[in-house]
């Protein structure tokens, strides 16, 4: 009998497995939120640029790069209800080569921006990292890497599957 349970058992177990799909890998991770192609996570602690970079690295992702102003809105709305008056490192920096500003990950110059009138400015002469500063209604700032603010990771979207592509 007991053999019987066991067999019937792992039979019900393959049964659902095939009904009900394992998608916690084309899915967006727990904590992240989807858009898009991507999904996105809004940290809570404060680190400079290059500790944001490296903490989003460990997970597989990075600093989240602004393609459009449809992901901006939403990294904005995001913003503002995850940490309301708080500002977000995202990806972008212009240490390589002054008032050419590019995306870390892949070193593409932005095609977008969302800066606030009057910026970047470097007006500290050593700002090279970019964040969306809360007191400028989270539009881009130009901000000194060194600072600590909360960041956003960024990474690949893998959908369920159910898409038509083409």
């Known amino acids: 009998m007991g053999i019987t349970f066991l067999h019937s058992f792992s039979v019900l177990n ?29 940290s809570h602690e404060l680190f400079n640029w290059l500790d944001a970079e490296f903490s989003c690295r460990a997970h597989n992702a990075r600093l989240a790069e602004v393609q459009s102003k449809e992901q901006s809105t939403f990294l904005v709305n995001m913003c503002k209800t995850k940490g309301p008056g708080i500002s977000y490192w995202l990806g972008g920096r212009d240490d390589v080569v002054e008032e050419r500003w590019m995306w870390a990950q892949t070193d593409h110059v932005f095609n977008f921006t969302d800066w606030y009138p009057g910026l970047p400015d470097n007006i500290a002469r050593n700002e090279n990292c970019l964040h969306m500063y809360a007191p400028y209604k989270l539009k881009w700032n130009d901000v000194t890497c060194a600072g600590l603010y909360r960041f956003i990771c960024e990474k690949e979207y893998f959908g369920d599957g159910s898409e038509t592509i083409g």
């Open 14 to 42: 393959l049964v659902l497995l095939l009904t009900f799909p394992d998608k916690g890998s084309t899915e967006c991770p727990i904590g992240w939120n989807h858009f898009g192609s991507s999904c996105y996570f809004f």
